[in-house]
């Protein structure tokens, strides 16, 4: 959730546009950054009050390939393109164009969330040779053991 409110980001562009302040005064009025205060009036500027309203999105890889031969063509800035397509985080420009030079269009599609297991599961117990190889013998040993090695775990306390 956003950290400020709607209603609170309008007052702080209406600060800014009506009264003639710098975005200096502007932010240490309402105790907000200056930074913030020149992203509000872009957004509010180029999208009205939507722009100021919380939004949570996903893009897709056409959509930010768009944005940025919108960016490379206009020669924008980063903030200046995040304004121009209402996008929350203008440093999230700068990761997409990086990873469009790194592999292309596909780079720039869904990537696998949460974190990267460092290696994959060791299985439980090691298989040398598949159960029709094994003579009869074989198998009732390790099944034996298996079965004391299920009642020692149900069996044991900590």
């Not at 907000?32 to 949570?56: E, N």
């Not at 063509?73 to 999230?92: K, P």
């Not at 029709?132 to 040993?141: G, Q, T």
Request: hydrophobic share 35%.
């Amino acid at each position: 959730m956003s950290r400020h409110g709607a209603r609170f980001k309008r007052l702080v562009v209406d600060s800014y546009l009506r009264e003639d302040e710098s975005y200096a005064s502007a932010a240490s009025k309402h105790g907000v950054d200056a930074a913030t205060v020149r992203k509000w009036v872009a957004l509010y500027q180029a999208h009205g009050d939507a722009g100021l309203s919380c939004k949570y999105s996903r893009y897709d890889a056409v959509f930010k390939l768009s944005v940025l031969e919108r960016m490379w063509e206009d020669g924008l800035s980063y903030r200046q393109t995040a304004a121009l397509f209402n996008i929350r985080n203008a440093g999230c420009l700068a990761g997409w164009e990086k990873r469009y030079h790194a592999g292309g269009i596909e780079a720039l599609g869904p990537r696998p969330r949460g974190r990267p297991m460092s290696k994959p599961p060791a299985p439980a117990v090691p298989v040398a040779a598949s159960d029709e190889a094994k003579s009869r013998e074989e198998l009732l040993a390790e099944l034996r053991h298996l079965r004391m090695e299920n009642d020692y775990l149900k069996n044991w306390r900590p």
